[in-house]
C-alpha cells in the first residue's frame, strides 16, 4: 500500500505547478497518503533535500505562478558533473545512488513534473527501480500524447495582450511591429498568438521562411492603406537558408546535447533587422521572453493543472507506475511513460519526442484562409 509520495518540479517554471502541487497534495491527504516535495527539481533527488508538504503550505496557491517547490533544469542524475583526480570535467551517473536513497527514505512513488527531458529521465528511473509518475508540464504545448500541457494558454494569453498593444503603437506611427514569443521547437504560442491577436505575419520552426515572402505582404498592407504590420515570431524560428538564432550550447554529459542544452536568443531581432532592411520601413522588435511564464495562471490552467495533479496522486496511490497524466481527445486519462519518452531507450539521454504543429491541421488552415503569412 503507497503511504508516502514524493512530488517535484523540473525544468523550466511554468503557470499552473503550483495548482498541480495543490491538486496532488489535497488528494494525498484525503486518502492518508504522506507528500513531501523535493526542492529544485532533480536538484533536489540528487541531494536528498525535500520538506513535508500539507494544507498548510498549498493553501492559496492555486493561482500563483512559479513554484513553492522551485526548480532547476540543469542537472541530470544521470550525467552529474564532477573534476577527477587530473583535473579534468567528467559526468558521472549517479541515478543508482539516488534510487538507493528514495528506497532507503521510504518513498513509494515519485511524481515528476516537467516536459520533454525531464520526462524522458522519469521513464528511465523506471529502469532503476523507482515508481514513478509524469505529469506533462511545457508551456510550448510540444509534449507528446496530450491535447494541450497547463501553462500555454497563460502564454497564448500574454502575448496576444502584448500583440493588441503593440498594434497601437504599430498604427499611431506607420512601424513595423515584431514581436518574438517562446517556441524552440514548435510554434503553438506563436500560431496561437497570431490566429487571437490579428497578426499578419507568423513565423515558426515548422516552416522555414522567406522574408521575401513576407515582405510582399507587408507592400500588399501598404498598397491597401494600411501602413503597419505585426509579425509574430517563434524564437526557434530559421530562414530556408539559415538556421535557428543560437545564443550558446551548454555542455552534457548524456552522449546527446538535449533540447534544453540549446539557448536560443534573437530570432525576432534578426527578422526585424532585415525586414526594415528590405522594405526601409520603420521596424521594432519586442522579445517577450520570461513575460509569458510569470505572473497569474489563467482560469483554465488552473483548472487543468489541479486535474493533472490530482489524476496523477491517484495513479500513485492504485499503484498504476509508470504512466503519465494527459487530457487527449478533451477526455483526462493517462499513458505510458514509455510511448512519451520515444524511441531513444540509452538511459540519461534526452528525448526529442516533440509534438509539433499539424501543417495540414485547422489552425494552420484557419490562418491561411484569412491571409496570415507564414513566409513560404
Not at 513576407?214 to 491597401?224: D, L, P, T
Amino acid at each position: 500500500m503507497v503511504k508516502k509520495v514524493g512530488i517535484l518540479t523540473a525544468g523550466g517554471d511554468c503557470p499552473g505547478l503550483n495548482a498541480v502541487i495543490r491538486g496532488a497534495v489535497k488528494t494525498a491527504l484525503y486518502n492518508n497518503v504522506e507528500v513531501y516535495g523535493f526542492l529544485e527539481g532533480y536538484q533536489g533527488l540528487l541531494k536528498n533535500n525535500f520538506v513535508k508538504l500539507g494544507l498548510n503550505e498549498v493553501s492559496g496557491i492555486i493561482h500563483k505562478g512559479g513554484t513553492i517547490l522551485k526548480s532547476n533544469n540543469g542537472t541530470n542524475c544521470f550525467a552529474v558533473p564532477e573534476t577527477n583526480e587530473k583535473g579534468e570535467k567528467v559526468f558521472v551517473d549517479k541515478s543508482e545512488e539516488v534510487a538507493e536513497m528514495l528506497k532507503k527514505d521510504g518513498f513509494d512513488c515519485i511524481i515528476v513534473v516537467g516536459g520533454d527531458g525531464s520526462l524522458k529521465s522519469a521513464r528511465d528511473f523506471m529502469l532503476r527501480g523507482v515508481n514513478v509518475v509524469g505529469v506533462p508540464k511545457t508551456i510550448d504545448n510540444d509534449v507528446p500524447f496530450t491535447d494541450v500541457t497547463f501553462g500555454f494558454n497563460t502564454a497564448v494569453e500574454v502575448a496576444t495582450e502584448a500583440i493588441d498593444r503593440l498594434r497601437t503603437t504599430a498604427e499611431s506611427h506607420g512601424r513595423i511591429m515584431v514581436l518574438e514569443v517562446m517556441g524552440r521547437y514548435a510554434g503553438w504560442i506563436a500560431l496561437s498568438a497570431a490566429l487571437a491577436g490579428g497578426a499578419d505575419n507568423c513565423l515558426i520552426p515548422e516552416i522555414p521562411y522567406d522574408l521575401s515572402k513576407v515582405v510582399e505582404k507587408i507592400n500588399k498592407r501598404s498598397e491597401a492603406g494600411r501602413n503597419y504590420s505585426i509579425i509574430v515570431v517563434a524564437e526557434g524560428a530559421k530562414p530556408k537558408e539559415g538556421t535557428m538564432s543560437i545564443r550558446e550550447i551548454e555542455e552534457s554529459g548524456s552522449g546527446n546535447a538535449g533540447l534544453d542544452s540549446v539557448k536560443l536568443g534573437g530570432a525576432g531581432a534578426f527578422v526585424a533587422k532585415e525586414i526594415e532592411r528590405l522594405t526601409g520601413q520603420t521596424t521594432r522588435a519586442t522579445t517577450l521572453g520570461y513575460i509569458q511564464r510569470g505572473g497569474n495562471t489563467c482560469s483554465y490552467d488552473r483548472i487543468l493543472s489541479t486535474e493533472y495533479g490530482s489524476l496523477a496522486m491517484q495513479l500513485a496511490i492504485e499503484e498504476k507506475f509508470g504512466r503519465m497524466v494527459t487530457m487527449l481527445n478533451g477526455k483526462l486519462q493517462s499513458i505510458s511513460l514509455n510511448e512519451v519518452a520515444g524511441s531513444d531507450t540509452k538511459v540519461g539521454a534526452k528525448s526529442s519526442n516533440l509534438k509539433l504543429v499539424d501543417l495540414s491541421g485547422d489552425m494552420i488552415q484557419t490562418a491561411r484562409r484569412i491571409g496570415i503569412c507564414f513566409g513560404d
